[in-house]
């Protein structure tokens, strides 16, 4: 009964790389988001869709794009891995876009080589 | 005791007492305030929130105390566990350019048994 889960739990890759993370929510909610934890567990925002619609990109390279093909999925596809993407990703999701809290998988810690 | 929520303090509690995490939030238009607890290898989990038309919530052992003038967020843990032990964030809401969930820089709270 994971409410929200992302795949893989670890990713090792080379540098240079294109891989993607996927994210299922089965909460019904209509609001996902991705989140990135620096190795000082600062977690910052990457993007936020609500209803399959982009609402918040967070100045985030052009290399990661998202795409949500319904509102229960939001895969974050990354191209040409750069060591500076090492970090533990979050997909989380919420109903509607404020003053709900928000649901977090368990992370995707991506590992550049 | 007391820690400020900046570089990832350490709070260190004996077990049965009560523990108080701080966090200082930056913008004064937050209207929605939330504390989330994240365990070792898993993602965040919410704990309680409170609005920014209330200055005190109470859940099950857990409070929250929000004082807007000193933007300034608390949360009390009574008679602490060893389950307690995990990394606290606040959070804010604002609509700072699209609705957005801004994340303090945590704490971590260790319970001796």
């Known amino acids: 009964d994971t409410a929200v889960s992302q795949t893989p739990k670890y990713l090792v890759t080379q540098m240079g790389n294109d891989k993607s993370i996927k994210c299922e929510q089965n909460?019904?909610?209509?609001?996902m988001y991705w989140y990135k934890q620096d190795s000082k567990k600062f977690l910052k925002i990457m993007f936020s869709?609500?209803?399959?619609?982009?609402?918040i990109n967070e100045t985030v390279p052009n290399r990661f794009s998202p795409k949500s093909p319904d509102k229960a999925h939001l895969n974050l596809h990354i191209n040409s891995l750069e060591l500076g993407d090492s970090a533990v990703y979050f997909c989380a999701s919420s109903q509607g876009e404020s003053n709900q809290p928000q649901h977090f998988g368990d992370g995707t810690r991506l590992s550049i080589l | 005791g007391e820690s400020v929520g900046l570089h990832l303090p350490t709070l260190s509690v004996q077990e049965g007492d009560n523990s108080i995490i701080n966090c200082a939030y930056s913008n004064s238009a937050s209207d929605y305030f939330i504390w989330y607890k994240q365990e070792s290898g898993k993602g965040p989990q919410f704990i309680i929130d409170i609005r920014s038309n209330m200055d005190k919530r109470q859940g099950q052992r857990v409070t929250v105390l929000l004082n807007k003038t000193v933007k300034h967020l608390s949360l009390q843990i009574a008679a602490t566990q060893p389950g307690d032990s995990a990394v606290y964030f606040c959070a804010e809401n604002s609509n700072t350019g699209g609705f957005k969930t801004i994340f303090g820089a945590g704490t971590r709270l260790f319970v001796k048994a």
């Open positions: 869709y609500n209803n399959k619609e982009l609402i």
């Open positions: 909460l019904g909610h209509d609001t």
